[in-house]
């Protein structure tokens, strides 16, 4: 492995109550996209909320790019957060501002593009995502669930990111919004060339926007693999949690 | 946690709540600390966001001068009605305007709106930034680049320490005027002669020294709502308490800052 | 709502600015009364006629050259007092404060605003008469504050030694 991978977590501990993340180790190529799977509490969200620099680990390294992030001062993160685009679980978006002011928050707050033409680019972004300019002037609350997280993606990508992070992207949609949600991904991170990291436990979309899988069982990564791979394994972890049974290597979380 | 329980002696275990809830208290004391010189320095320091300042103008002040109105002139009219009623015990029933006018500017205006503001500035505060933390549109916002200490907590912060003294003013004025009905549609007094007294007797610092603690207040309410709503835990719920401790801190901080500059004055 | 507080306060603002704004405004008037004893007497205390509040007293200053008290007056502007009248302060009760009570004259011409009451009679030092009263020995306990020599009694310098 002679390139640097774009992305790296090399020995992240992090505990809350119990151990959380346990010398987790993880990198992704430029331009691949990896699904983390693995069932409810075993630090999935954790994981990606370190490469975000939303959490600090107690012990361990993120680099991107080759470079760590973990400690570094508040200027230089807020430029590596100009590299990186976010898709939030519940969309997150600001329920005080219109759409388009969402999705060019980041453009008129720090980068200080006038809003004359962070709204021209914003609705661009929302073009992209297949959302025309009528819902730009709109407020989150009068859009449905699935359009809310279209309107998360078109935020995450408007800047053109080199890493975009989805979180649980299809969670709480029914099958049809999430097909075309995963669609959109998909057309994304190909679009822009970047480097993807989702997390969900939701096969179909790992399946359809993973070009690898990394399945983390507590707190450490326990198999890896393309998705097609998935079926074939006898990784025991991969197994249960595929064919869905309780009984397995994983206590059930109930 | 069964095991570490049966550990320990029966004895101990009081012992051991209390040293819970002394550390809790401290770690509260620390956290309040630090987050008061962050939102200080995020006050002082780029980026700025004038936008959000003045809409949280307006929000705060503009908004609340209903409720800080109608709370004056009730306040000023029951105040006049109490020192009439007292002053005519030894006679003095024409102490009225002075005592009312002081009562208003030195104590009961800015201490007023400020409760009125803990109720509706500190709590609405405190739920909107801790819906915003539930739904991790904080965390979001830290992926835009963009440091909610500057865009959240530093406008609030300065519009309501500024606004603050404004809406103690209007209670000022309000105050004295709902004391100056009662005094001539009640109790006969002669309407030109009371706001004579008033204002010949009222002086600069009486209502000067009311505007420092307004200011204070201000600044102690917007706090408050910051802190909880920003380290709101858990959903819905945690939201709500959010909102249930701003009020009570806000208002149990501004009785006692109340209390501590008052003293400094006096002796000033 | 907020506009309308906002307007009602800037009226109440402006309408007590000009009634009680200090110094000379339409309303009410000043006249001057020199005192020689004022005791308890303060601003803010009331001027009556015949029982009838009619006034305060704004402002009390010893005049340097006579060392007498000025009492500045402000007058309900309806009321004209005869230039003969007479200000005396008198007492509201044995404990409470002092007003100034105006005995109205009989003279053709009104004191105009800013103009002095001649005829006054000052503050009587009550503590001094009860004192001698009751201990008429010249007891330091009863002794009238040597800061308020009543021109209407003296008891301590004039009572007789009676045992």
């Not at chain 1, 002679?2 to 505990?15: C, D, H, M, S």
């Not at chain 1, 107690?58 to 991107?64: C, E, I």
């Not at chain 2, 320095?41 to 780029?46: D, Q």
């Not at chain 2, 009905?181 to 706001?195: E, G, K, P, S, W």
Request: hydrophobic letters at 50%; one cysteine or more.
């Amino acid at each position: 492995m002679t390139a640097i991978p774009k992305l790296e977590w090399k020995g992240v501990r992090k505990r809350f109550d119990g151990p959380v993340l346990d010398g987790l180790d993880l990198s992704v190529a430029a331009g691949r996209s990896l699904v983390i799977i693995g069932g409810s509490g075993q630090g999935k969200s954790v994981t990606i909320k370190v490469a975000m620099g939303l959490v600090r680990p107690d012990a361990g390294q993120v680099l991107v790019d080759g470079e760590n992030l973990i400690g570094m001062g508040g200027g230089a993160r807020r430029k590596l957060f100009e590299r990186i685009g976010v898709l939030f679980q519940g969309a997150a978006l600001f329920d005080s501002l219109s759409v388009w002011e969402n999705v060019a928050f980041r453009l008129i707050n720090a980068d200080g593009v006038p809003r004359k033409e962070a709204k021209a680019r914003a609705i661009e972004a929302l073009g992209r995502v297949h959302l025309g300019a009528h819902v730009a002037d709109s407020y989150p609350s009068e859009l449905s669930g699935g359009m809310q997280k279209r309107v998360g993606l078109a935020r995450a990508v408007v800047a053109n990111p080199e890493i975009i992070f989805f979180d649980e992207p299809t969670t709480g949609l029914d099958p049809i919004t999430s097909a075309a949600i995963n669609e959109l991904i998909v057309d994304q991170v190909k679009g822009l060339g970047c480097t993807a990291v989702s997390i969900t436990h939701d096969l179909a979309s790992a399946r359809t926007i993973g070009d690898e899988i990394a399945m983390l069982h507590a707190g450490k990564i326990v198999w890896r693999g393309a998705p097609t791979e998935l079926d074939r394994t006898d990784n025991p972890y991969v197994r249960q949690f595929v064919d869905g049974r309780a009984d397995g290597p994983m206590a059930s979380a109930v | 946690m069964a095991a570490a329980d049966a550990a320990i002696p029966a004895v101990f275990k009081p012992l051991r709540s209390i040293g819970r809830s002394t550390l809790g208290a401290l770690r509260m004391v620390g956290g309040v600390g630090m987050f008061t010189l962050r939102g200080v320095a995020s006050v002082f320091t780029p980026p700025w966001f004038p936008n959000q300042l003045l809409r949280q103008l307006v929000a705060i002040g503009f908004f609340s001068l209903p409720v800080v109105g109608l709370t004056a002139i009730f306040t000023g009219a029951a105040l006049g009605l109490n020192i009439y009623t007292g002053g005519g015990r030894f006679n003095a029933e024409q102490v009225m305007p002075q005592i009312v006018a002081l009562g208003i500017t030195r104590e009961l205006g800015p201490v007023l709106a400020a409760l009125m503001l803990a109720g509706r500035v500190s709590a609405a505060i405190a739920a909107e930034i801790g819906a915003m933390r539930a739904t991790e549109q904080i965390d979001a916002m830290r992926t835009l680049s963009t440091d909610p200490f500057r865009y959240l907590v530093a406008p609030r912060l300065l519009a309501a320490t500024l606004v603050l003294p404004l809406l103690t003013l209007i209670a000022d004025i309000i105050g004295v005027a709902g004391g100056w009905l009662v005094a001539v549609r009640i109790l006969d007094f002669n309407a030109t002669i009371y706001m004579r007294n008033t204002m010949n007797f009222i002086q600069g610092w009486d209502v000067g020294s009311g505007l420092i603690k307004a200011a204070v207040f201000g600044f102690i309410v917007a706090l408050m709502g910051c802190y909880h709503g920003y380290n709101a835990k858990g959903g819905a719920r945690g939201v709500g308490r959010a909102t249930t401790h701003a009020v009570v801190s806000s208002a149990i901080l501004i009785f006692a800052s109340d209390y501590f500059l008052t003293t400094l004055f006096t002796h000033a | 709502m907020g506009l309308l507080v906002l307007v009602l306060a800037a009226g109440f603002l402006v309408y007590s600015l000009t009634v009680g704004g200090v110094g000379s405004k339409p309303g009410g008037y000043d006249v001057t009364a020199k005192f020689g004893q004022v005791g308890s007497l303060a601003p803010g205390a009331a001027v009556s006629v015949a029982g009838v509040k009619i006034g305060t007293v704004s402002e009390i200053k010893l005049d340097p050259k006579t060392f007498l008290a000025v009492a500045r007056l402000s007058l309900d502007p309806e009321v004209k007092l005869p230039s003969d009248s007479t200000a005396k302060i008198t007492s509201d009760s044995l404990l409470g404060g002092v007003h100034v009570a105006i005995a109205p004259g009989g003279a053709a011409d009104d004191i105009k605003p800013g103009g002095e009451i001649d005829n006054t009679q000052g503050a009587v030092d009550l503590f001094g008469l009860i004192g001698s009263v009751m201990r008429p020995q010249g007891d330091p306990a009863a002794t009238p504050p040597a800061t308020a020599p009543a021109p209407a009694a003296n008891p301590a310098a004039t009572a007789p030694d009676s045992y």
